[in-house]
């Protein structure tokens, strides 16, 4: 077995390969279609860069720390799970440690510029993620450089087309293809900005639509690595209670955590992250362990929803 073929977990991996060109921002070909990314690809791209970028502090960069701050207050979930107490204590004190290369956090302007639901959206994520990292920390070991996992795990999208990442209808096949290769976009963009070819910052954006069970993508591996899967259930979780392109209205919270609690009971997730989330939902904030999960189906999930609908041309085709 060689070394590419071996997860980090230790199981088989199957070789992963470029479906499209990963370029960066300002036109700069990392690598085009067709490259196998194996170890040798990724120690050669981590070596490539002759640049040295600034390090820049995420919570300083443009308006992201009081961005951060509007998004939280302006939604009832949010304001519930992030009361002033946590914000501005130990989980923003975690937040500020995060410190990354300044190319990496231009991605994040493109995004508020071009693209706001994925600005929101990755700016939710390092939050829950800060959150929950900062509770499971004696557990999980969780330091400045997994905290910088929220925010990156979508960083691939600025190779998605925004026609695409915004579209309201049904995808069709090659759309769908399109937005999953955000998953291989980052890693590429990761190890390159990283200069790493074992980031974990990178394996977190090719994993985070992985899942325990092999459900995910972009190779349909049993997702083993515990950080990664938090990054993961904070991802979905995210992306149910609020709005997104492709669909009329959110879940309701109810419904939300009824969604992930149901991948939680067929193995997609692990019930101790999902009882995490669950705990920090409710009044005093019980352990986790504590915590009783209710598999009752009260919530009211959005009546129009394309998500996951794959749309057939004229043809019959759906590519
Ligand atoms: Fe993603
Ligand atoms: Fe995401």
């Known amino acids: 077995m060689t070394s590419d073929q071996m997860g980090n977990s ?10 499209y060109d990963v370029k960066t921002l300002d036109g700069q070909q990392l690598l ?48 519930n799970i992030f009361p002033e107490a946590v914000v501005g204590k130990g ?3 975690f937040m500020t440690t995060v410190i990354l290369p300044l190319p990496v956090l231009q991605c994040l302007s493109y995004f508020k510029d071009n693209d706001y639901y994925t600005y929101r959206h990755i700016l939710m994520v390092f939050a829950l993620y800060a959150l929950l990292g900062y509770d499971m920390r004696a557990e ?18 600025v190779c998605v087309p925004l026609s695409i990442l915004q579209m309201p209808g049904p995808l069709r096949r090659a759309q769908r293809d399109k937005i999953e290769h955000h998953t291989e976009a980052g890693y590429v963009f990761l190890t390159y900005y990283l200069r790493d070819s074992e980031s974990f910052l990178a394996r977190v954006a090719r994993d985070h639509h992985e899942r325990r069970d092999g459900s995910g993508y972009p190779l349909g591996m049993r997702l083993e690595e515990r950080h990664v899967e938090v990054v993961a259930v904070c991802d979905v979780y995210d992306a149910l209670i609020n709005p997104r ?75």
């Open 10 to 19: 230790g199981m088989i991996r199957k070789g992963l390969e470029l479906r």
């Open 32 to 79: 085009p279609a067709g490259t196998r990314l194996d170890r040798d690809v990724m120690e050669e791209l981590a070596c490539r860069a002759t640049t040295r970028w600034p390090q820049v502090n995420l919570l300083d960069y443009g308006t992201v720390r009081a961005d951060l701050r509007a998004f939280l207050m302006s939604n009832s979930v949010y304001r």
């Open 140 to 157: 999980m070991g969780a330091t400045p450089l997994e905290v910088a996992a929220g925010p990156m795990h979508d960083l691939g999208k």
């Open 91 to 93: 989980v923003e004190a």
């Open 245 to 319: 392109p492709y669909r009329n209205g959110v879940y309701d919270n109810r419904a939300a955590i009824e969604i992930i609690t149901d991948m939680a009971e067929k193995g997609t997730f692990s019930w101790d992250i999902v009882r995490r989330l669950v705990a920090v939902n409710r009044k005093g904030r019980p352990a986790s362990d504590e915590c009783v999960v209710s598999l009752d189906k009260r919530g009211t999930p959005p009546a129009e929803n394309c998500y996951g609908i794959i749309q057939e041309d004229e043809s019959g085709s759906d590519r």
